[in-house]
């Protein structure tokens, strides 16, 4: 199965917006206030939480070929929906195939490739309360798909053999795996960092044309940098 990616390459970008964020500072996206505090307290904390990114937001925020000089930025498109054997697995499933997630405010994908291996980067903006459960509903899918199901991806049925947890960094949270899967008799490993800052998600999924798949900790790395 192959990301469908447009073949333009990206502009360097113009400019460069600061990430500004008025939040709690306790790194769990949601309104912390939850009814407690005296009758004189704010009438709501949620204000304080990280509003969420446009699309044009999301956008001035994408990797651009001055953030990785050695890869190719190119274009890139929401996927398609998932669906699984075991729907305790869709959601591991959509960030492993590069799939379309469901419920955010606005989103943006490209692609940043670096010798035989390929990373869709997605960045979806979320209400400060599915922000939150975002990452736990994938992490969920590691902990009880492991040993393997089966997937659909628009046109392409994937098996998915082996999901192992890697590790991972950054961001407010971060989940990470490597995995196995075949596609028509081809066999192929797939690495995945899904990273959480504020609102928004950072989805990063590596495949490689050839051989197993680089981690893409240099891509994870950039992005990051024009996040915060």
């Known amino acids: 199965m192959r990301f469908p990616y447009a073949r333009r390459v990206l502009p360097a970008a113009a400019v460069i917006m600061l990430l500004t964020s008025c939040g709690t500072g306790t790194g769990t996206g949601k309104d912390t206030?939850?009814?407690?505090?005296?009758?004189?307290?704010?009438?709501?904390?949620?204000?304080?939480?990280?509003k969420p990114f446009d699309e044009d937001e999301l956008t001035a925020r994408q990797l651009t070929p001055q953030d990785l000089p050695d890869h190719t930025i190119e274009e890139a498109f929401q996927g398609a929906l998932i669906?699984?054997?075991k729907p305790e697995c869709r959601d591991l499933a959509t960030v492993l195939l590069g799939g379309a997630m469901t419920g955010t405010l606005d989103q943006v994908h490209?692609?940043?490739?670096?010798?035989?291996?390929?990373?869709?980067?997605?960045?979806?903006?979320?209400?400060?309360?599915?922000?939150?459960?975002?990452?736990?509903?994938?992490?969920?899918?590691?902990?009880?798909?492991?040993?393997?199901?089966?997937?659909v991806s628009g046109a392409d049925k994937v098996k998915i053999t082996k999901v192992v947890a890697a590790p991972a960094a950054g961001g407010d949270e971060s989940v990470a795996y490597s995995s196995e899967q075949e596609q028509s008799g081809e066999k192929y490993s797939v690495e995945?960092?899904?990273?959480?800052?504020?609102?928004?998600?950072?989805?990063?999924?590596a495949r490689s044309a050839s051989g197993a798949a680089e981690p893409p900790t240099a891509v994870v790395a950039a992005q990051l940098k024009k996040l915060h």
């Not at 939850?34 to 004189?40: F, I, L, Y």
């Not at 995945?192 to 999924?205: C, E, K, N, P």
């Open 83 to 85: 669906s699984t054997d």
């Open 33 to 50: 206030h939850a009814g407690t505090g005296p009758p004189s307290a704010p009438k709501s904390q949620a204000q304080q939480a990280p």
């Open 110 to 151: 490209n692609k940043a490739t670096k010798g035989t291996t390929a990373t869709k980067v997605s960045l979806h903006s979320w209400t400060a309360t599915k922000a939150g459960s975002v990452l736990a509903d994938v992490r969920a899918g590691g902990t009880a798909c492991g040993d393997g199901f089966n997937a």
């Open 192 to 205: 995945v960092v899904l990273v959480r800052q504020g609102t928004t998600t950072a989805t990063f999924t």
